[in-house]
């Protein structure tokens, strides 16, 4: 990710630990661009960075929203 969208991984790291996130602003540097969503929105910018299930997400998943300087970012966590 960080050599696709630097300015992203920058801000998204900034925001978890503001919100108090430091292990996954850790690992933030770190994730990969798995793909886009693929829900076929022309406003959707969703991404996956691993293998989404088929259907719900789950036990072991909660969302994580983030305040960066423009727009909305939620990050999905499963598994921690």
Do not use: Q
Request: proline share 8%.
């Amino acid at each position: 990710m960080r050599e696709l969208f630097p300015d992203l991984v920058t801000e998204l790291i900034s925001c978890l630990r503001k919100e108090g996130e430091e292990d996954l602003a850790v690992s933030a540097w770190d994730i990969r661009f798995y793909r886009e969503c693929g829900c076929g929105d022309d406003f959707c910018r969703s991404f996956h960075t691993a293998e989404p299930p088929d259907g719900a997400y789950g036990p072991g998943h909660r969302n994580v929203p983030l305040l960066p300087a423009k727009g909305y970012l939620i990050l999905d966590v499963v598994d921690g």
